[in-house]
């Protein structure tokens, strides 16, 4: 009886969990609201954390974008797997709360079905991730049905793909002639038609994002698209000022914390110069003066 008791308990413990990670289908429920997503990018366990501890943020999208933000890198095609992997575990170590995304990096699934399928499971089974995010349309159509059939879902990601920066001519915004405006609104009907169960678009006109937005059925996540697509985010790095870098035009800078960092830091160095920190008793661990004395004559024997 006793055994049975126990086992009970250890059962109830084991499967229940003090906070409730947001799905898809929260997501869903603020698009059919009409409430707009909000997401925030993180490259690692203490970005993580500060995500995940703001109440107003939605989800958190793991974003090849560390490649430059905290890799140091020019673009994110010299992201490999092994180190976003790595880094997406970091993030996702932080994450108690939020619905997670995660990019699929360049270079990782474009050989093959088999690839990406093998690239999408190996990020899956980090655990907590919600959907994967993949660059691309028609050349990814069984690529993107595949995943699906799998279970997995797919974020597609239209406009400026920053995988694909060369052959855009650059960072420019996309969709700004009538052509390439029904390009991407053809691409955006064939992600959702495929499978795709949200859809980031990236430095395209307003009113196409708008348009784009209102002909789907699935949440629509801009970025330098406007405030009429069905949510917004933003690169950490970027919204923070952790970087000494100029943001682009979409981005707002919330605060400057690389200043603030640098700052504090230089206060930090001050005082260690002019001997302030660290202040006695504040500070430091206390020692009783007979355990001081004792140790005085004990190392007299060395």
């Given amino acids: 009886m006793v055994k049975k008791y126990m086992f009970s308990a250890l059962r109830r413990y084991s499967t229940h969990s003090v906070v409730r990670q947001s799905t898809l289908s929260d997501m869903y429920k603020l698009y059919a609201k009409n409430q707009p997503i909000s997401v925030i990018t993180a490259h690692d366990f203490i970005t993580g954390r500060i995500a995940d501890a703001a109440a107003s943020v939605d989800a958190v999208l793991v974003g090849d974008s560390l490649a430059m933000v905290a890799k140091g890198h020019p673009s994110t095609l010299e992201l490999d797997l092994d180190d976003f992997y790595h880094s997406t ?47 691309g349309s028609y050349e990814l159509t069984d690529r993107i049905k595949t995943l699906t059939s799998f279970g997995i879902p797919v974020t597609g990601h239209l406009g400026l793909t920053p995988q694909r920066f060369n052959a855009l001519g650059g960072f420019k915004a996309q969709g700004k002639s009538a052509e390439n405006a029904l390009d991407i609104y053809r691409q955006a009907l064939h992600l959702q038609e495929i499978g795709c169960k949200m859809l980031v678009l990236e430095c395209i006109p307003e009113k196409l994002a708008q348009f784009i937005t209102e002909h789907l059925r699935i949440p629509t996540i801009g970025i330098g698209a ?40 230089n206060t930090f160095g001050n005082e260690v110069k002019s001997q302030t920190f660290p202040e006695t008793v504040k500070h430091t661990y206390p020692m009783k003066e007979e355990e001081f004395t004792e140790f005085l004559e004990l190392t007299k024997s060395l």
Avoid: W
Wanted: glycine fraction near 8%; proline fraction near 1%.
């Fill in 226 to 265: 406007g405030n009429k697509t069905s949510g917004q985010v933003l690169v950490m790095a970027d919204a923070l000022g952790m970087l000494d870098a100029k943001n682009a035009k979409f981005v707002k800078q919330y605060m400057n914390f690389h200043q603030l960092a640098v700052d504090s830091l």
């Fill in 89 to 135: 575990k970091s993030v996702v170590r932080g994450i108690d709360s939020k619905f997670i995304i995660a990019d699929i990096p360049f270079g990782s699934f474009e050989s093959s079905t088999e690839k990406c399928v093998e690239t999408a499971i190996k990020l899956m089974k980090i655990g907590k991730i919600g959907s994967i995010k993949i660059e």
